[in-house]
């Protein structure tokens, strides 16, 4: 499994914004092959940060994300809102158990 974790910031005012061009994209994401999830979350700290969490089945996968159509349009519309440089972790993991 490959994780990866895309923080950044936005102007308060900007946030809706951007929230509203990753739901957008979302349905586009999961139907990707090898996508297991793609989530956003607001910051609750305050109201600039911004939260992406993907996880896919293995790097090739998220590879193929980040040369698609999907990710060029979110980062037209993104990287001139964004208040700072974006920080993206990446992981490599393995599942030990889904527990329901």
């Known amino acids: 499994m490959f994780i990866a974790i895309l923080d950044f910031s936005t102007a308060a ?6 929230l509203a061009q990753l739901d957008k ?3 586009q994401v ?6 297991i999830a793609f ?3 607001a910051g609750r700290e305050d109201d600039t940060q911004v939260t992406v969490v ?3 089945q293995d790097e090739e996968s998220f590879g193929g994300y980040l040369g ?5 349009r ?10 700072g440089t974006p920080v993206s972790r990446r992981f490599r993991a393995e599942l ?4 329901r």
Do not use: K
């Not at 005012?13 to 951007?18: I, L």
């Not at 999961?30 to 996508?35: D, E, I, L, S, V």
């Open 54 to 56: 993907h996880e896919w």
């Open 68 to 72: 698609s159509a999907s990710f060029a």
């Open 13 to 18: 005012a900007d946030r809706p914004a951007a």
């Open 30 to 35: 999961q139907a990707m092959p090898g996508n």
């Open 25 to 27: 994209e979302r349905g």
């Open 96 to 99: 030990m158990e889904t527990v």
């Open 74 to 83: 979110s980062g037209e519309v993104l990287r001139p809102m964004m208040a």
């Open 39 to 41: 989530r956003v979350y």
